[in-house]
C-alpha cells in the first residue's frame, strides 16, 4: 500500500511554456501532499505544502504565481510550472503522507525537468 | 529551526565492508526520524524510520537507533553490497500524522565496489 504515482517522469520544453506534473495516490486518500525540488547532488528542498480543497502554502522564497499548485481531490495534486526558464531545470519530486497503518511518507518517483 | 546534520560523502566502500552514515539533529519537540534511500534517477524510498527514543529501525539490513540524548541517527549495515549503492537521506518530522513537512539532511552518496 501507499503508493504514489507521479507523472511525466521527464520532460523537456521550450522557455516560455508550460509544464505540468501530476502527482497521484493510488490506494489511500492524501489531504496533504508535499512538493520538493531536488537540484544535483543536493538535497530535497520543500516548495509547498498541498491541502485538498484549499490553496498551497508555499516556503519562503518560492514563487506563488510561477509554481501552480492545485489539490482538486483526495487523490491527485498538480505543480505547474508556468512560463518555463532554463533556471527552472531540476528534479521535482511529490510526496504524500501515509498514516494508514504505519505513519510516514511516500515519494513519488519524480520528474525531471529540462527546459531548453 | 529544526535541521538535520549527514556526514558529506562520498562514501566509497568495497562488497562487505561496514557502513556507517552518521546523522544529527536539532529539533524542538520530539521528532520522528527517517533515512530514505535515492537511487540514480528515481525518487525516494522510506529505508527505516523511528518514532521515539531508544527505537531501532531497521530494514534490508539496515539499522539506526534513535538517540535523544546524542540527537543522533547513524544508519549502519554490516556488511554493503554493490546494490546498496545509491543516496542516503537522514530526515525528522516534528509530527506524527499532523501533516509536518520533512526536513532533510543534505544526502550522502555510497558507492560500493565489487
Known amino acids: 500500500g501507499a503508493v504514489v504515482s507521479q507523472h511525466p517522469s521527464w520532460v523537456i520544453c521550450k522557455s516560455g511554456t508550460s509544464v505540468k506534473i501530476e502527482c497521484r495516490s493510488l490506494?489511500?486518500?492524501?489531504?496533504?501532499m508535499f512538493w520538493y525540488r531536488q537540484f544535483p547532488k543536493q538535497s530535497l528542498m520543500l516548495m509547498a505544502t498541498?491541502?485538498?480543497?484549499?490553496?498551497?502554502?508555499?516556503e519562503q522564497g518560492v514563487e506563488k504565481d510561477k509554481f501552480l499548485i492545485n489539490h482538486a481531490s483526495l487523490t491527485l495534486s498538480t505543480l505547474t510550472v508556468t512560463s518555463a526558464h532554463p533556471e527552472d531545470s531540476s528534479f521535482y519530486i511529490c510526496s504524500a503522507e501515509w498514516t494508514g497503518g504505519s505513519y510516514g511518507y511516500t515519494f513519488g518517483s519524480g520528474t525531471r525537468l529540462t527546459v531548453v | 529551526g529544526n535541521s538535520v546534520t549527514q556526514m558529506e560523502g562520498p562514501v566509497t566502500l568495497s562488497e562487505e565492508a561496514f557502513l556507517t552514515i552518521n546523522c544529527t539533529y536539532t529539533a524542538t519537540g520530539y521528532p520522528s526520524l527517517f533515512w530514505y534511500v535515492q537511487y540514480p534517477g528515481e525518487g525516494l524510498q522510506l529505508l527505516l524510520k523511528?518514532?521515539?527514543?531508544?527505537d531501532k529501525g531497521s530494514n534490508k539490513g539496515f539499522e539506526a537507533t534513535y538517540r535523544k540524548e546524542t540527537t543522533s541517527f547513524h544508519l549502519e549495515k554490516g556488511s554493503v553490497q554493490v546494490s546498496d549503492s545509491a543516496v542516503y537521506f537522514c530526515?525528522?518530522?516534528?509530527?506524527?500524522?499532523?501533516?509536518?513537512?520533512?526536513?532533510f539532511g543534505k544526502g550522502t552518496k555510497l558507492t560500493v565496489n565489487p
Open positions: 530526515a525528522l518530522s516534528e509530527g506524527r500524522g499532523g501533516s509536518e513537512k520533512l526536513v
Open positions: 523511528a518514532t521515539k527514543a531508544d
Open positions: 498541498s491541502n485538498e480543497g484549499s490553496k498551497a502554502t508555499y
Open positions: 490506494d489511500f486518500q492524501a489531504t496533504t
